[in-house]
């Protein structure tokens, strides 16, 4: 069934007889003003979301409590990186683009942390010169990298290591990424992590400050996190039965999960760390040792919930299926290029109309994008009232992460542009791509 789902769409939206309103303005007030597709962005939602973590955090941890580091992989700009900044938490950023995005709007360095498993020499001097909190090292050639760019820069860089703890995530394959056979990290169970550890010790420019583990994304069983954190803290443990003397911190990452369609429901961030708390309070309690500063990587959980897409319906197709059924094929203005998680992972998604109330019964329908490709699907299985037809608005929840941070140019297709909404006002914060803007880029 197709029908407004306050779980799944963003905090401030709503459907008011017969629209969809978001952040105090409506999908078809948005679309005249910014055409489709568009993203609209909840900004008192994600400004909330962002302080419910970092509130959470404290109220689990106390004086523990490190830095709720938001994820820019999952969707940043430079107005978002000032909310995260409003809001009074860190940035996790993977390359020199997401860290340059951070400089653009002077974000304080010393709450930003580093992250990526194959980062250039340009990446890591810019990050090291900026003075980036934490770079969180990733493999043996980057520990010399990192050593080797820190010394000639006269500085001692803070580091973690990234620790692959062989947790099994129960999340699609692709986003798994702390079990065994993976690119990132250092393995545990092949003493790949310890012997990082000695390594990191033995050079001068390098403060090894802690562990770092990231076990996959969109997951709701909260015992990965805990597996994840009895593992590092045995290693930590470890560290401390050796050299004498204690990290003071461990990263547990990201990867908390958030609803996509009715029936899933978002993590509570207060429920999750809490049962995380209790797990580590007991580990270290165990092991001996002091709870050290813990940290978080959320991403999704902050800016996914709080955006929605706009499409407009360009044309609807019926096609006959075995057995007498016919499934209608609706197809909006944008697609795989602006969200390419169904092809990808097949992620699924709500849609509704957002302009009208939908009349008459629903029918089997499949929305589609616009580009030339079978598998250019958003949404395989929807039941969507038989009235949608050309010209209607679509609108689909919780694209806020790894959509337009995902988005490419395929079929030459413009980017969508970005909208804040909150008190009933609308402000673009990344405008819509021109095709003049593609072919600037050619010689
Ligand atoms: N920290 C690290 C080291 C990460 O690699 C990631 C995500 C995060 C934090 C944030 O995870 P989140 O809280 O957003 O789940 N494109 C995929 C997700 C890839 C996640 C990559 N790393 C998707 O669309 O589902």
């Known amino acids: 069934m197709s029908a407004f789902d306050p779980a799944v769409f963003s905090s401030n939206s709503s459907f008011d ?22 993203f609209v962005v909840d900004e008192a939602d994600f400004l909330a979301r962002a302080a419910a973590w970092k509130n959470a955090l404290e109220t689990a941890f106390g004086d523990r409590a490190g830095t709720v580091y938001y994820a820019a992989k999952a969707f940043i700009s430079k107005e978002i990186a000032r909310w995260v ?21 002077e974000f304080s360095p010393t709450r930003i942390e580093m992250h990526g498993n194959n980062k250039s020499e340009a990446e890591i001097t810019l990050a ?4 980036v909190n934490s770079i969180v090292v990733d493999s043996f050639n980057e520990i010399e990298r990192v050593g080797r760019i820190a010394e000639q820069l006269g500085k001692r860089q803070r580091v973690l290591i990234r620790v692959t703890p062989g947790v099994e995530a129960h999340t699609h394959e692709f986003i798994s990424t702390a079990h065994e ?15 990082a550890i000695l390594e990191i010790s033995q050079c001068a420019s390098l403060e090894l400050v802690g562990l770092h583990s990231h076990i996959g994304s969109q997951i709701f069983n909260s015992e990965g996190f805990a597996a994840a954190a009895r593992k590092l803290i045995g290693l930590l443990s470890r560290y401390r039965n050796y050299f004498s003397r204690e990290l003071p911190e461990l990263d547990l990452g990201g990867g908390y999960g958030i609803a996509y369609v009715p029936g899933e429901v978002t993590l509570d961030p207060h429920k999750v760390l809490k049962e995380l708390a209790a ?29 929605t897409t706009l499409y407009t319906v360009g044309t609807t197709k019926e096609v006959e299926l075995d057995g007498g059924l016919t499934r209608r094929y609706i197809a909006v203005d944008g697609g795989m290029s602006d969200n390419i998680r169904p092809a990808l992972y097949g992620a699924e998604y709500l849609a509704i109309i957002a ?41 689909i929840p919780a694209t806020g992460a790894y959509g337009r941070s995902m988005a490419s140019n395929y079929n030459h297709l ?30």
């Not at 929305?367 to 009235?387: P, T």
Request: proline share 5%; glycine share 10%.
């Open 85 to 105: 900044n409003r809001a009074g938490i860190g940035l996790d950023v993977c390359t020199g683009g997401e860290l340059a995005v951070a400089q653009a709007v």
């Open 355 to 395: 302009n009208r109330l939908p009349l008459g019964p629903n029918c089997n329908s499949r929305i589609v994008g616009k580009h030339c490709e079978s598998g250019d699907i958003l949404i395989r299985e929807i039941q969507l009232s038989e009235s949608t037809q050309a010209g209607d608005l679509i609108a």
């Open 414 to 443: 413009p980017r969508p542009a970005v909208v804040a909404v909150i008190d009933g006002k609308a402000r673009l914060i990344v405008r819509r791509e021109s095709i003049a803007d593609l072919l600037a880029l050619e010689l």
């Open 181 to 195: 056979d993976v690119k990132f990290g250092f393995s545990l169970a092949s003493g790949a992590a310890w012997a």
């Open 279 to 307: 797990v580590v309070q007991d580990e270290c309690t165990t092991a001996k040792l002091a709870i050290p500063k813990i940290s978080i990587e959320p991403g999704r959980a902050i800016v996914g919930p709080t955006t």
């Open 17 to 38: 007889f017969d629209h969809l309103t978001i952040g105090g303005v409506s999908a078809t007030e948005l679309v005249a003003e910014f055409g489709t597709p568009l």
């Open 128 to 131: 090291i010169e900026f003075g």
